[in-house]
């Protein structure tokens, strides 16, 4: 089930999408990461950044509404110290990034870019719960901090866009044309919730990022609707997968990777059985390449060989 | 064995704690809007020590799963105390015997590696923080001088024939000044419960380091991946699901 995309071979097309899996990585080897393609890691910024306080997660209707912010301790330590953490993970590293400024995102992807634990840099252009992060909508911005990472360095830049704009294929044309060489979509969706015993928001930042279940048909269709306008970029599909009918869906879709976020955080062992199980789902069709189902949506259907 | 079981299987056997083994109601006490709730496992759980918690959820219920500290954890048997409300509790406090539950865990520090052990504790609980307290008490008698525990509703003695509760039908729940007149001065006190009740013996004890508080901070993967729980402490950001959920009141100066 081996695929290749970005120009490395990814053991299978699941991948631990960022935020959920990020963080006390030194876990994953013992939840399967042999049986995920790749790891995308926490998003680093610049300056370390505490996060949003409490309350960061709430309930939604098959989902979760979180707002985590963006906790991290700032490249440079994230990368002097846990990067050396993911160095034996045996799958794929993918980096992820966030700053609004070219100048401070080219100086994070030289300092990640030329660590060998990194396989492909993911710069975050649309996380819903940190001021700022957010520069999906304006294109101007996009095209200059992708250019300021593609840059860089020589690893693979993807750029992370938001699902709950219109514009998001602007964004992601910009993006391509900056250099970068594929688009993950899509980030969590801005929601609410309100508490209506205490009539103020559950959560401290008011407004959170909705992830789960809830937002798949969405992310499937941002995910068809890219794939239309951009046929051979890489996609990474990313948007409530909790199952191989999901992933499938995903890839069916146009993705070439699928990404699983909430998924772990509900079973850290989900990821690693929905690549084993989409393995079984190509046998008992006797699809021999992921090939065969990326995009195939788009082409008439599966039994259009 | 196809793969998928070989994974899980193998999960099992090297002691993961990562996988969900299933669980079944086995029986449930009502009194007073808090149920007692037994829970037997097909497997039997990772040694548990009082202050862990627990996740559980419904079968291929996609929500977060919810985080409770057991009153007991042995072998394959699980007691709760559960508030009857909230989307999850109240599943838990009307689904019948036998519905199918899962369960994951223990996840946290062990009560016993946060606190000192060279004196004797006042346990204060308020509400379902009760539990870890009925576990630390079984696990560590010698080590608990007193306990008071707190209810909002009236009725829930009915849960606690041998305990000493606090119920008041208004009001802060917890008698704080019980739990607070109970110490001595060489007990230390470890309370758990609503943020509020925290708060409040917070500020009647401040910068006291034998007051210990475990939090309720809601849990995203339990397993310290995600940071839905991390907090601000003296010490820097840490997660509540790993690094708690049990700390010193003076780490936490946002408390008061």
Redesign the interface.
Known sequence: MTTRVLGLDFANPIVLASGPAGSGIELLEDISAADVGAITLKTATPDPRPGNPQPRLVDCPSGALNSIGLENPGCEAFVRDVLPRVADLPCRRIGSLSSADPARMREMVRMMGQRSEIDAIEVNLSCPNAEGAAIATDTTAVRRVVRAAVEGTDVPILAKLPGDTDAFLDAGAASLDAGAQGLTLINALRGLRIDRNAGRPFLHREIGGLCGPAIFPIALARVFEARRAFPDTVLIGTGGVVDVGGAVEMLLAGANLVGIGFGFMVDPCLPARIGVELGNWMAEREIESISEIVGAAHRGGLDVR | M???AE??HS?TQ?G?????VAAELVERTSAGGYAKIQLGLRDELASFSAGQFLLL?FKDQ????RAFSPVRSEGRHVELLIKEEG?VREQLASCPPGTQIEVRGPYGTPLIEVIERDRTYVLAGGGSGVAPLLCFRAQHPNLVSRTVFGFRPAGVQALFPDDRIVAEERGDPLADSVALSLRTGADGLIACGPEPMLASLARALPGDPDLYVSLE?????G??????????TTAG?R?VC?DGPAFRAVELPWLT
């Open positions: 196809n793969q998928v994974i899980e999960a090297r993961s704690l990562f996988s969900w959820r996609t929500l977060l799963p989307l901070t809601r849990l995203g993967c397993i310290g991946a995600c940071l839905g729980c991390s907090i601000e950001m997660r790993v």
